[in-house]
């Protein structure tokens, strides 16, 4: 006996199992933090032409009614399962206050690492 011990199989039941599982919680890893960018608003596509939404308000779980800006006009549209209803043509624009500035990303994170229970 030489007394050296042989290297676990690559192919062993615990190697699979730990790969298994390593791969399940990344995919689990992508999907918060695509969950967490559609809350935030912080993903999608952005409207860069004459279309933007200007404004826009749930009225139940899968309903919502959306001011959008079409060149000069303003338009009310509700959407919902069924699939968007023009509501009405407005004659005169609505003018929004303008909102403050989202924060920087740096501040949204060092706002998340000042809570409690974060160690500081």
């Known amino acids: 006996m030489t007394g050296l011990a042989q290297p676990a199989s690559p192919l062993s039941v615990g190697s699979v199992a730990q790969l ?43 309903e919502r009614i959306v001011l959008v800006r079409v060149g000069e006009s303003q338009v009310l549209v509700g959407i919902g399962a ?3 209803v023009p509501l009405t043509p407005l004659t005169t624009p609505i003018v929004l206050k303008a909102a403050a500035p989202a924060p920087a990303f740096a501040d949204r994170m060092r706002d998340l690492m000042k809570r409690p229970g974060s160690g500081e």
């Open 20 to 62: 298994t599982l390593s791969l399940i919680a990344i995919v689990a890893l992508i999907l918060a933090i695509s969950w967490a960018l559609k809350k935030l608003k912080l993903a999608g596509p952005r409207g860069s032409g004459g279309i933007a939404v200007i404004d826009q308000l749930s009225v139940g779980p899968r």
């Open 82 to 84: 069924s699939g968007l």
